[in-house]
């Protein structure tokens, strides 16, 4: 006893109770619909002429057949009719949301697929499935419905349809306001080309750099300046609103701390331009990153009056603090040139105004370790030189420098090793000042003396070691770090700026925790933690203004 049973895609052998028919009276039977034939078949079921799902997947939004049965005599062929199918209702679509709908209807006049009655044309009750979801969230269903043939036993079926990810391919970008220090701050819409209904649940972007950039990007930069170069993007991640598929602030441009500074050596008018490459993510569906959307140019610029944002063709002046135009100055001809960058194990020669900071970001590039250094202030001026071409006056001052050559660690355990060897070697040479090197759960390099003015070395405190109190409250992580170094100028007695930080990250940072009568290093180890990025700083003294400057860096 059997009875053949011909389903869409795939043909099985199954037993069924007979209800009024024998076995040898009745077979079901599925259409020959080879595309030729499809393409000018009547419409299947409610609206559309059918046509199979795509190798892999479906089309979004359209209806699409999925099976068509009839049942017929394999003795005689005699038509017993269509039958018909039933959905079976609420069927979830992964983790129950409800992705798409069936429909019925007739397939009329088509010839059988197979069998002994195959060429012959019957009627048959089709299966079609519409994908209605406009999310990213799920991408697969699984349909079940069952074939109530006219005479025969009914039978209960099931399908996995698939669609394809939909992905953004552009965004637009809009100017919302300026930050109060300083950058401007944009808002993004994604939008999808192929849907442009879609809630974006699910989704994330973040920035890369689509290419190493050059220190040469930033004009207002100097060997020897407290700012590090401001010369590519900190690497910033968000969460793209579901219903409006918008992301942001993307922060953009200069802080005033560091237009002041440039101001006061005379690098103004000057700037930065570096690129950027958007890439976007779906929670489980599409864990990979991938590139959206064309490559943009961010940057920023200032003169003695005004500062601009710049993000991907659109640009946002405003008049800042206005200032005595004076001449630009260029930076001195005593260059520190750009050495080749040493592999791992190899020696490094590192020419630069401060050595041991430049070993230690060297050091870090080589073994990805994040290794915080912290300058010394040191007051002898044998060992100042002007940064600036043409300039008078110690306002122009910065180290002098030296070469290092020192090796490099052969893998990120040896970071710490490779970093007192760099001191080491800084400290047997012509030093300003002389370092310690800390573990305590991270590495950082702190002085614990310098030159005076006569030459002598004196034992110093290191500024992160001044006690600080923060009242404990929510804040931006960017509110945090101007609270922080506010509270160390105060108990150091010196200025301290805010240099190359990642103002965006930490603008959009939450935090809720001060500092209670503690070194402020404590306090800044914690703003780092709570970023969820790997970072240091970089504390860089500039003998010139007798000043700091707080870097923070972020660190592949």
């Given at each position: ?464 070691d001044r006690r600080i109190s923060l009242k404990a409250k929510p804040r931006t992580g960017m509110e945090l770090l101007g609270d922080l170094r506010e ?70």
């Open positions: 006893m059997f009875r053949l049973i011909a389903v869409a895609f795939a043909t099985m052998l199954l037993a069924c109770a007979p209800r009024a028919a024998s076995a040898q009276d009745a077979a079901i039977g599925e259409p020959d619909l080879s595309p030729g034939e499809v393409a000018a078949a009547k419409a299947a079921c409610a609206s559309q002429t059918p046509g199979r799902p795509a190798s892999g997947s479906i089309k979004r939004y359209v209806e699409t057949f999925v099976a068509a049965h009839t049942e017929y005599d394999p003795k005689t062929c005699k038509p017993h009719g269509a039958g018909e199918w039933l959905p079976i209702d609420k069927q979830p679509c992964d983790l129950g949301a409800g992705c798409g709908m069936m429909s019925t209807g007739v397939l009329q006049n088509r010839p059988l697929a197979s069998g002994a009655c195959a060429g012959r044309t019957y009627n048959f009750a089709s299966l079609c499935y519409t994908w209605i979801l406009h999310s990213n969230l799920y991408l697969r269903d699984r349909i079940a419905a069952m074939y109530v043939p006219p005479q025969i036993s009914p039978v209960t079926e099931t399908f996995e349809l698939k669609v394809k990810l939909v992905k953004p391919t552009s965004e637009a970008s809009e100017f919302t306001r300026w930050f109060e220090d300083g950058l401007g701050l944009w808002q993004q819409k994604l939008a999808a080309a192929a849907d442009k209904d879609l809630k974006w649940s699910g989704t994330s972007v973040k920035e890369t750099s689509p290419r190493p950039e050059k220190k040469t990007n930033d004009t207002c930069w100097c060997a020897g300046s407290t700012i590090l170069p401001f010369y590519e993007i900190s690497g910033g991640e968000w969460t793209v609103d579901e219903d409006t598929g918008e992301w942001g602030p993307d922060g953009v441009g200069w802080n005033t701390d560091a237009i002041d500074y440039y101001r006061e050596k005379r690098r103004a008018p000057c700037g930065t331009r570096f690129r950027q490459q958007m890439q976007f993510m779906v929670v489980d569906t599409h864990p990979d990153w991938e590139n959206y959307g064309k490559m943009n140019v961010l940057g920023g610029s200032f003169d003695n009056r005004t500062m601009t944002s710049l993000r991907a063709g659109l640009s946002k002046t405003r008049e800042y603090k206005v200032v005595a135009k004076k001449a630009r100055l260029a930076c001195s001809k005593i260059r520190f040139p750009d050495l080749p960058p040493a592999g791992p194990g190899a020696m490094a020669v590192i020419d630069d105004p401060r050595p041991v900071a430049a070993a230690a970001m060297e050091i870090e590039r080589v073994s990805g370790r994040a290794i915080s250094y912290e300058d010394a202030p040191f007051r002898d001026r044998r060992a100042m030189a002007s940064m600036v071409e043409a300039a008078e006056g110690d306002a122009f001052l910065a180290p002098r420098g030296d070469v290092l050559t020192t090796p490099m660690p052969s893998s990120p355990d040896q970071a710490a090793a490779a970093l007192r060897a760099a001191v080491v070697r800084y400290e047997a040479g012509r030093p300003v000042a002389a370092f310690d090197v800390i573990e305590d759960g991270m590495i950082r390099v702190a002085p614990r003396a310098a030159v005076d003015a006569s030459g002598a070395m004196r034992p110093v405190t290191p500024a992160l509270a160390v100028a105060a108990a150091e007695g010196r200025r301290v700026l805010i240099g190359t930080v990642p103002t965006g990250l930490l603008s959009r940072l939450k935090v809720g925790f001060g500092a209670a009568d503690e070194p402020a290093r404590a306090a800044l180890a914690r703003l780092v933690a709570a970023s969820g990025r790997k970072m240091a700083w970089k504390l860089l003294y500039d003998p010139g203004f007798d000043d700091y400057a707080l870097n923070l860096t972020v660190v592949d």
